[in-house]
């Protein structure tokens, strides 16, 4: 089981834009804190909280983290949604 929940990773709104973000191509703390209103600090203990929730993974490459959607994380979410759509 993973340290952090995933309802809990994605209840903040600068989470969910990092996802979003990953989904379209990974990328390092830096290029996602451009396009937000957040400092470099701030994005990466948001990274912190979605790697505990396994929602990303981080590969190094030189001197750069690189980090990517792991698209597996989301069966759970979508799993429990699912039941509000089934009836079940």
């Not at 830096?30 to 701030?42: D, H, T, Y």
Request: glycine letters at 6%; zero cysteines; aromatic letters at 8%.
């Amino acid at each position: 089981m993973n340290s952090t929940d995933s309802f809990h990773a994605i209840a903040d709104g600068h989470r969910r834009y990092i996802l979003e973000e990953l989904r379209r191509t990974p990328r390092t703390v830096g290029e996602l804190a451009e396009n937000l209103p957040i400092s470099r600090p701030a994005v990466s203990q948001h990274m912190k909280i979605l790697l505990d929730a396994g929602m990303v993974s981080v590969r190094a490459q030189g001197t750069k983290r690189i980090y990517e959607l792991n698209p597996a994380a989301f069966l759970p979410l979508n799993i429990w949604l699912d039941q509000f759509w089934t009836g079940d």
